[in-house]
């Protein structure tokens, strides 16, 4: 059974710094591609960015140059390092991986002035 259990959200000021991590269980990691969605309060899930099984890592333009995925296999984990953070980025930040279609629980980031 596919779990993904998101950490490392939290309160931080615009400007800051957050690490997200996304730690998979049931799977073997390195086999899926794993995305970084975000959802703000009455809107839809975005796309944040995705690491491919290569390694490989594509960006929504919106966070190019201030959000940075990465994958320790390892661990079993994928992390999304936030920096420069904007009050527009506060939402929760939710983990998927694909193929499957698995998705987790979410976890809540607010930047605030």
């Known amino acids: 059974q596919v779990q993904l259990v998101e950490s490392g959200g939290g309160l931080v000021q615009p400007g800051g710094s957050l690490r997200l991590s996304c730690v998979a269980s049931?799977?073997?990691?390195?086999?899926?591609?794993m995305g970084w969605y975000s959802q703000a309060p009455g809107k839809q899930r975005e796309l944040v960015g995705f690491?491919?099984?290569?390694?490989?890592?594509n960006y929504a333009d919106r966070v190019k140059g201030r959000f940075t995925i990465s994958r320790d296999n390892a661990k079993n984990t994928v992390y999304l390092q936030m920096s420069s953070l904007k009050p527009e980025d506060t939402a929760v930040y939710h983990c998927?991986?694909?193929?499957?279609?698995?998705w987790g629980q979410g976890t809540q980031v607010t930047v605030f002035s």
């Open positions: 690491i491919r099984s290569g390694g490989t890592t």
């Open positions: 998927n991986a694909n193929p499957g279609g698995y």
């Open positions: 049931g799977m073997i990691l390195n086999r899926y591609t």
